[in-house]
T-cell receptor
Framework: EAGVTQFPSHSVIEKGQTVTLRCDPI?????LYWYRRVMGKEIKFLLH????????ESGMPNNRFLAERTGGTYSTLKVQPAELEDSGVYFC??????????????FGPGTRLTVL | DAKTTQPPSMDCAEGRAANLPCNHS???????VYWYRQIHSQGPQYIIH???NNETNEMASLIITEDRKSSTLILPHATLRDTAVYYC????????????FGDGTTLTVKP
């Protein structure tokens, strides 16, 4: 069974440009999460989708970040315009159920974003 | 979610048991203890979780004290591939997404 996949693995852009990160969760997982680790800091939660709906987006840093999950399958995270402090690794995770014994989260390999 | 405290680093000899402690003195009654690890630059990997009873799976064992204020993750026979950063997180089981990983413990398994 394929795990969580993320694309691209690396992205280098200039300040002010736009970048779109993609996450494909494990097939059949309704829950999809975005996290990020900016340089020298902890891995932080960004938001949580249940199917196509945003369940919790309290971790989104500002309105330059837009996450979508049209159709409840893959998700995209757009940063527009990118700033230097957005550099870091963006992780996506999915889980079968948001609660109960099946809420184990499976993480993707991450996208390393560098803003110059 | 409750805050956790872990030692920044630990060493373990290959083949020996690795015991990683975590303090969570402000844990609430409905919060579970979760353990994840991150190997090098890969995404975090779920290891185990529990509420108050000790848990064991194919990867590790989790020992939670009776007062639930601390726990220990045990890797029974550490291998070099277990070298990673180990994160202890406490959260309610219904709030799976919203968690902060903290700094974790960097475990180095040495030959």
């Amino acid at each position: 069974e394929a795990g969580v996949t993320q694309f691209p693995s690396h992205s280098v852009i200039e300040k002010g440009q736009t970048v779109t990160l993609r996450c494909d969760p494990i097939s059949g997982h309704d829950n999809l999460y975005w996290y990020r680790r900016v340089m020298g800091k902890e891995i932080k939660f960004l938001l949580h989708f249940v199917k196509e709906s945003k369940q919790d987006e309290s971790g989104m840093p500002n309105n330059r970040f837009l996450a979508e999950r049209t159709g409840g399958t893959y998700s995209t995270l757009k940063v527009q315009p990118a700033e230097l402090e957005d550099s870091g690794v963006y992780f996506c995770a999915s889980s079968q159920d948001g609660q109960g014994r099946n809420n184990e989260q499976f993480f993707g390999p991450g996208t390393r974003l560098t803003v110059l | 979610d409750a805050k956790t405290t872990q030692p920044p680093s630990m060493d373990c000899a290959e083949g020996r048991a690795a015991n990683l402690p975590c303090n969570h003195s402000t844990i609430s009654g409905n919060e579970y203890v979760y353990w994840y690890r991150q190997i090098h630059s890969q995404g975090p990997q779920y290891i185990i979780h529990g509420l108050k009873n000790n848990e064991t799976n194919e990867m590790a064992s989790l020992i939670i004290t009776e007062d639930r204020k601390s726990s220990t993750l045990i890797l029974p026979h550490a291998t070099l591939r277990d070298t990673a950063v180990y994160y202890c997180i406490v959260r309610v089981e219904t709030n799976a997404g919203k968690s902060t990983f903290g700094d974790g413990t960097t475990l180095t398994v040495k030959p």
